[in-house]
């Protein structure tokens, strides 16, 4: 299957920092790429669509100023938490999808820790 | 509005058992289902796609099934092994939606 690369796999900042996480296609054109977070032990919330070009449609509840999705190439996504706070801490993980395939791949997750 | 389920919430069985996993969907207006695996931490795995106009696919020891006028998958695994022990997703993609709608998922046990 296609690759999508997350990075980077965990890290931890102090409140009040911004963080980036960065999804990549591998060996595809990603036209679509999606935002989630997991909590533990829970399925996965959806934060926001984005294609390439266009501004990320976000998902109801889900504060488009502190999360800012960046999606200006098919092969790039990039989610940045503004002013971290601890709530914020979580499992986030991206996923693409093409207009040639249908078939959604996803990366390997970023774990967030905010101190 | 769809909604996905998946039953049951967590299986418990010895090596060697074949298992299904069950998924239902109330919306039959699916572009298609996939099968995802998740090991603790890490992202999803992707384990079979089967299109709307599919009943089935295998990859390997997996086999699922689409039933997409009762609202039903299933995932068949044969041969259970402890390295099967995951939590296994199902999500349906509704027609004319690029979004997924992922299940609850089912967390598998496979006791050597």
């Known amino acids: 299957g296609a690759v999508v690369s997350q990075h980077p796999s965990w890290v931890i900042c102090k409140s009040g920092t911004s963080v980036k996480i960065e999804c990549r296609s591998l060996d595809f054109q990603a036209t679509t790429m999606f935002w989630y977070r997991q909590f533990p032990k829970q399925s996965l919330m959806l934060m926001a669509t984005s294609n390439e070009g266009s501004k990320a449609t976000y998902e109801q509840g889900v504060e488009k100023d502190k999360f800012l999705i960046n999606h200006a190439s098919l092969t790039l996504s990039t989610l940045t938490v503004t002013s971290a706070h601890p709530e914020d801490s979580s499992f986030y993980i991206c996923?693409?999808?093409?207009?040639?395939?249908?078939?959604?791949?996803f990366g390997q997750g970023t774990r967030l820790t905010v101190v | 509005k769809q909604e996905v389920t998946q039953i049951p919430a967590a299986l418990s069985v010895p090596e060697g058992e074949n298992l299904v996993l069950n998924c239902s969907f109330t919306?039959?207006?699916?572009?298609?289902l996939q099968w995802f695996r998740q090991d603790p931490g890490k992202g999803l795995t992707s384990l079979l796609l089967?299109?709307?106009?599919?009943r089935e696919q295998t990859s390997g020891r997996l086999n699922a099934s689409l039933d997409k006028s009762s609202g039903r998958s299933t995932l068949y695994i044969a041969a259970s092994q402890p390295g099967d022990s995951a939590t296994y997703l199902c999500a349906v993609r509704p027609q004319g939606a690029q979004k997924l709608v992922f299940g609850q998922g089912t967390r598998l046990t496979i006791n050597p």
């Open positions: 919306d039959s207006a699916i572009y298609n």
């Open positions: 996923s693409a999808t093409s207009t040639m395939n249908t078939e959604a791949f």
């Open positions: 089967i299109q709307s106009s599919q």
